[in-house]
């Protein structure tokens, strides 16, 4: 059963910064994209980011230029350093595949409030 245990979340003003890491206890992590997703009050699950096996990353269009995901397979973790933070990114943040085919785990809590 693989295990996705994500943290970092907070509490943060606009413009500020927060990193999140999620560590996957999966054999052979390194072979797949790997994606976070975000989950805001009300609002469907969104991929914001992904990142391959060989780290090519891809990004909503809503996260571009602020979001930066990386990964180290040695630790099994991948990683969202969130930057330039906006009210709009107020959500659960979660780490899957890219394609989310395992189960989620619990999320991190991102708030963005003055």
């Known amino acids: 059963q693989v295990q996705l245990v994500e943290s970092g979340g907070g509490l943060v003003q606009p413009g500020g910064s927060l990193r999140l890491s999620c560590v996957v206890s999966?054999?052979?992590?390194?072979?797949?994209?790997m994606g976070w997703y975000r989950q805001a009050p009300g609002k469907q699950r969104e991929l914001v980011a992904t990142i391959s096996s060989s780290s090519t990353t891809n990004y909503a269009d809503s996260v571009k230029g602020r979001f930066t995901i990386s990964r180290d397979n040695a630790k099994n973790t991948v990683y969202l350093q969130m930057d330039s933070l906006k009210l709009e990114d107020t959500a659960v943040y979660y780490c899957n595949t890219g394609s989310g085919i395992w189960p989620w785990g619990q999320g991190t809590q991102v708030t963005v409030s003055s």
């Open positions: 999966k054999r052979a992590f390194n072979i797949y994209i």
